[in-house]
C-alpha cells in the first residue's frame, strides 16, 4: 500500500499556471497507474489525467485540450501536474490517485490509493 501527499494547489487568475505535485511512500512494487482527479462542489469526481507507473503512456480528460501535462520524476517518486492557461471552471479539489491496475486509466474505481487533496482556485 502507498501513500500519497499533494501539493502545489493554489488561488490564480484566469490564463495562469500552477503546478501539483504528489509524493509517492511506501512499496511502489505493484503500483502500475498514477493519476490525478478532481472534484468541484456539487459535481462528481473526474479524471484529469493519468500515466503508467512503469511507463510512458499518458491520458487526459477531454476538457483537458492540451493545457496540462503530466510527469514523473521516478528518483523523486514524485508524479507532477503542470497545469497551463487555467481557466475558473478549472476550479476544483485536485487529487492524486495510485492504482494497481492498468485498465481504464482515468476510471476512478480504478485507484484504492488517495491523497488528501489540494485545491486550486481559478478566478480574477
Known amino acids: 500500500q502507498v501513500q500519497l501527499a499533494e501539493s502545489g494547489g493554489g488561488s490564480v487568475q484566469p490564463g495562469g499556471s500552477l503546478r501539483l505535485s504528489c509524493e509517492v511512500s511506501g512499496s511502489t512494487n505493484s503500483l502500475n497507474s498514477m493519476a490525478w482527479f478532481r472534484q468541484a462542489p456539487g459535481k462528481e469526481r473526474e479524471g484529469v489525467a493519468a500515466?503508467?507507473?512503469?511507463?510512458?503512456?499518458?491520458f487526459y480528460g477531454d476538457f483537458v485540450r492540451g493545457r496540462f501535462t503530466i510527469s514523473q520524476d521516478k528518483s523523486k517518486n514524485t508524479v507532477y501536474l503542470q497545469m497551463d492557461n487555467l481557466k475558473p471552471e478549472d476550479t476544483a479539489m485536485y487529487y492524486c490517485a495510485a492504482s494497481r491496475w492498468a485498465a481504464f486509466p482515468l476510471m476512478s474505481s480504478k485507484y484504492d490509493a488517495w491523497g488528501p487533496g489540494t485545491q486550486v482556485t481559478v478566478s480574477s
Open positions: 500515466k503508467y507507473w512503469h511507463f510512458g503512456d499518458t
